[in-house]
């Protein structure tokens, strides 16, 4: 039980636009940066989002975060079929004195 | 280009102590700001942070496995290594290593491939 939560799944039609959300507390997403991660089918996480709105070089802008209180956001436009993938959302947690990830969100692109 | 590789073993048997190695390129860990982290991730499961050491041999673990957990560096080889010691069947997972800077993008930028781990009697 991750004290990020996300929703196990999202989905939507190519073209479409979705977000996933990440829910956290004042100990966590409330006081620090979240950052978002991709995970496509059979490899490892890439860095997608930092410091909760800006995108690493090379990813394209369909791709956004956003943060209000203790919940962030991560919005895709224009979805594609290669966004299909698993994404992570990860903060800080200062009760925790640890680095937590959320339970991770599988986007299904119809 | 940084690039991070994990080795270890494969199959472990329940008690036993899993050392983890990353060989890294691209950066080194004796720069300002830089350090190294391990994350997991059981099969069809979530990722989750283990361990992290930083430039100047600070390091932090997760409180959950804090006290099963090693994490040292080697700046010489370019090489961070993790230990856990009494492996369970639990503990199957892929293990990634990652880099990470202690300030600006102060988030896992660059991964390895991972390793899988299978703790089975």
């Known amino acids: 039980q991750s004290v990020l939560t996300q929703p196990p799944s999202v989905s939507g039609a190519p073209g479409q636009r979705v977000t996933i959300s990440c829910t956290g507390s004042?100990?966590?997403?409330?006081?620090?940066?979240v950052h978002w991660y991709q995970q496509l089918p059979g490899t490892a996480p890439k860095l997608l989002i930092y410091g909760n709105s800006n995108r690493p070089s090379g990813v394209p802008d369909r791709f956004s975060g956003s943060k209000s209180g203790t919940s962030a956001s991560l919005a895709i436009t224009g979805l594609q079929a290669e966004d299909e993938a698993d994404y992570y959302c990860?903060?800080?947690?200062?009760?925790?004195?640890?680095?937590?990830f959320g339970g991770g969100t599988r986007l299904t692109v119809l | 280009q940084i690039t991070l590789k994990e080795s270890g073993p494969t199959l472990m048997k329940p008690t036993q102590t899993l050392t983890l190695t990353c060989t890294f390129s691209g950066f080194s860990l004796s720069t300002s700001g830089v350090g190294v982290g391990w994350i997991r991730q059981p099969p069809g499961k979530a990722l989750e942070w283990l361990a992290l050491i930083f430039w100047n041999d600070n390091k932090y673990y997760s409180p959950s496995l804090k006290s099963r957990l090693t994490i040292t560096k080697d700046t010489s080889k370019n090489q961070v290594v993790l230990t856990m010691t009494n492996m369970d069947p639990v503990d199957t997972a892929t293990y990634y290593c990652?880099?990470?800077?202690?300030?600006?993008?102060?988030?896992?930028?660059?991964w390895g491939q991972g390793t899988l781990v299978t703790v089975s009697s």
């Open positions: 990860q903060s800080y947690d200062s009760s925790l004195s640890a680095w937590v």
């Open positions: 990652a880099h990470r800077l202690h300030t600006g993008v102060k988030a896992y930028d660059y």
């Open positions: 004042s100990s966590n997403i409330g006081s620090y940066d």
